[in-house]
Structures are given as C-alpha cells and as structure tokens.
C-alpha cells in the first residue's frame, strides 16, 4: 500500500512553551511545534514547499538576507551566537519576532541551532496564527511579529478539515485505507479516535483547523504593518498605506495569488513566492 509518511515522525503531545500547548515528535524526541522544520512539509507539499523555498519569508534571516544580515550585524551582532543583545538598547533583539520568529519564541539569538530557526518565517511560523491581536496592547505598546497573535495548539490552514462523525467517520477511515492515502491532518472525531490507524497515527499526526484569517491581511500585518526605529521614526508603514489606499482587496490577492498545489484535495492554494520577489532583491546585492 502506498503511503506519504515523511522520514520524520510527528506527533502532537500536550506541552505548554512559550505559549504553546502543540508538541511534535522528531526521531523519537518530543519537541514544541515551532521547532518543526518546513523539511518536514515538503514531501507533501511540494510545490508550495519550491514557492516558499525561494520567497523572501524563508530567506528572512540575518543568515541569509545580505541587507538584513548587514544591519544585523551593525547593530546586534553574530547571528551564530548565543545571548547577543541590540547594542543600543541591551535588550533582546526585537528584529527577530518577524525575521526569526520561531527563535523568538525561545528567545534565543543563535540562528544556527535549528533548521526552523534559521528557515526564518517558515510554514509553522504563519500557520499556527490563531487570531491577530491588533498592532498595539492596551498601553499603547506596539506588539512585534508573532506577539501580535493568538498562536494556536493546532495548525490553522485556509481549507481545514470538517471531521465526520460516526458512521460517516467510519466510512471515511474506510476509504482512506483503500487508497492507500495518509493524511496527518485529519486529527480525531468527538470521541476522540483517530481517522488513521494508531499505527499511523504514530508516524505522523498533525490536526489543522479552518480559519479565515490567513485569507485576510490580518495575516501580514503583524510584521508588514509598521515599525518605528528607537527614534520613533517609521521604517515602513504598509498598514497605514493599505488603510489609505481604500482598497478591496487583500494583501493575498496580489502577493500571494491562487496557484496550483500538489495535493490532490485542493485544487488550488495560495503562491508562496510572491511575498517576496526574492530574485529581484539578491540581483541588486550581487
């Protein structure tokens, strides 16, 4: 029988860090969510894994953008070392909410010590936004990348699953065997059992929900709504163009348009390249 099980097992376990209550399992080893690598995505996802591969979002770290990384530099230090603080404020270095976010949840400054690090904003990094919060708190604070969100225990996905009940539940575990189909995102039905076999439950278990957000620009704004520098001076300020600009369509709608995935359950998913226009950047800095 055939099956799609990526050689990296993941399994979601009940952990709370950094906010987070989803676990995963890699090589036998429980670790939280946003230490899972986009590598493990790939294998399914191939053809928004290539789009992402090259987009700005995965080359958004110190590591790997030469702007960025210059900067960065300048006034931080050493992506590759531990416990560096922003010269000027001797604070934890707030770029790395939107750049790093995954190592912004640990809180850690060493870009090299995880691939879901150093992949800058990867796949779990934008779906496991639960709900933005608004780009201040109540004290008027700005919030910064990943701070301005909800972060969810499951994955959130445009599309999600309606998980059947009952008899229906049972004809669907029934048809998924038959072809030979391994999905990890089915997750379980109200009595708690899974779609998949324990088995395969064990190899890969990875439960998403629908949610809306990520077709609206909530999803960009957390980190491509506006950022002061420690003058107070914007260094963009995308969110207050938007709202200016009156119009109707979403960020996706240019950025991010419709394109063909190879996941025969969708016909179609957002393109993961367009964010960035990578190629265009790195030929200038050439």
């Known amino acids: 029988m055939s099956r799609l099980i990526p050689k990296v097992a993941i399994i979601l376990l009940p952990l709370s860090i950094s906010g987070l209550t989803q676990a995963a399992t890699l090589d036998g080893k429980e670790v939280p969510i946003h230490h899972v690598s986009s590598d493990n995505c790939k294998e399914c996802h191939q053809t928004i894994y290539k789009q992402w591969e090259s987009s700005m979002h995965a ?21 590759t070392q531990e416990n560096v603080k922003h010269k000027a404020s001797g604070k934890y270095p707030v770029c790395l909410q939107c750049h790093s976010p995954n190592a912004a ?24 936004l639960k709900r933005y919060k608004g780009l201040y708190d109540k004290d008027g604070k700005m919030h ?32 998924l065997d038959d072809e030979g189909e391994l999905n990890p995102h089915l997750g379980r039905d109200n009595k708690g059992q899974p779609y998949m076999t324990e088995e395969d439950v064990q190899d890969i278990d990875l439960p998403m929900e629908a949610n809306s957000t990520l077709q609206t620009s909530a999803a960009c704004l957390g980190c491509h709504d506006k950022r002061n520098n420690s003058k107070g001076v914007a260094l963009c300020e995308t969110g207050d163009e938007y709202i200016e600009g009156k ?25 993961h390249v367009s964010p960035s226009k990578a190629p265009s950047i790195y030929s200038v800095t050439k």
Not at 265 to 271: D, E, I, K, Q
Request: with cysteine; charged share 20%.
């Open 247 to 271: 119009s109707q369509q979403n960020c996706q709608s240019c950025h991010m348009p419709d394109s063909p995935v190879s996941i025969s359950s969708f016909p179609s998913s957002f393109n």
């Open 59 to 79: 080359l958004s770290t110190a590591l790997k953008d030469p702007i960025h990384g210059a900067i960065y530099r300048q006034t931080v230090g050493d992506p």
């Open 105 to 128: 949840l640990d809180k850690t400054t060493k870009l090299d010590a995880k691939p879901a690090y150093s992949e800058g904003v990867n796949c779990v990094a934008c779906h496991t």
């Open 144 to 175: 910064l990348g990943q701070s301005a969100y909800e972060l969810s225990d499951r994955l959130q996905g445009v599309n999600g699953f309606l998980h059947e009940q009952g008899q229906a539940a049972d004809k669907l575990r029934s048809q």
